[in-house]
């Protein structure tokens, strides 16, 4: 089945360090992939999302690409606040029958001190 | 901007009782989703549900759980009888045509 793997975490930088979170996944057809972030005592936001081979998407500073020849959508940023400290969750949904069935990953924990 | 909002944020409830968590998606969206995500572990699918059914569920959503969209504007899921293990959070979602899909707050259950 459909599956994604996070780098383990948890994460520590200092602001302004540079932001990589590795993130694979396994799918039958051609995923979308997504991140997710979870703030501390607050519910998933979609952060960004690419939906074919080679897209980038980004937001906030924050950007990934989808790598098919790597099975990849790594998460990076260039220059880290304290206010994104948060847990980053990869994920993937396959879309066809399975329309909006997300499969995510464990998340990584990010903590960003100043 | 729109988002999907969830009642309760926190629901305490004794082992045995019924629960039911209500979801308002977003107006304009045609699909609905329940996930959850028990403390310290993966956010899991339980079931995804359209044009007034459900259009797949994964094996945690057994004959305890329903899910109703008894009007225009709420969604709701409905454990019969609550176990321990039912502990965590529950996120309701919604998509459009985009593929995209939108998920509220939570609401986070203890079962006691």
């Known amino acids: 089945g459909d599956s994604v793997t996070q780098m383990e975490g948890p994460v520590t930088l200092s602001e302004e360090a540079f932001l990589t979170i590795n993130c694979t996944y396994t799918?039958?057809?051609?995923?979308?992939l997504f991140w997710y972030v979870q703030y501390p005592g607050e519910g998933l936001q979609l952060l960004l999302k690419a939906t074919k081979a080679d897209d980038k998407g980004s937001n906030k500073g924050f950007e990934a690409t989808y790598r098919k020849e790597t099975t990849s959508f790594h998460l990076e940023k260039g220059s880290v606040q304290v206010s994104d400290s948060a847990v980053y969750f990869c994920?993937?949904?396959?879309?066809?029958?399975?329309?909006?069935?997300?499969?995510f990953g464990q998340g990584t924990i990010l903590t960003v001190h100043p | 901007e729109p988002e999907v909002t969830q009642t309760p944020s926190h629901q305490v409830t004794q082992m045995g009782q019924e629960v039911i968590l209500r979801c308002v998606p977003i107006s304009n969206h045609l699909y609905f989703y329940w996930y959850r995500q028990i403390l310290g572990q993966k956010v899991e699918f339980l079931v995804s549900f359209y044009n007034n059914e459900i259009s797949e569920k994964s094996e945690i959503f057994d004959d305890q759980f329903s899910v109703e969209r008894p009007d225009g504007s709420n969604f709701t899921l409905k454990i019969r009888s609550t176990k321990l293990e039912d502990s965590a959070m529950y996120f309701c979602?919604?998509?459009?045509?985009?593929?995209?899909?939108?998920f509220g707050e939570g609401s986070w259950l203890t079962v006691v």
């Open positions: 799918a039958t057809g051609y995923p979308s």
């Open positions: 979602a919604s998509s459009g045509q985009a593929n995209t899909i939108y």
């Open positions: 994920a993937l949904t396959a879309g066809g029958t399975s329309y909006g069935k997300l499969t």
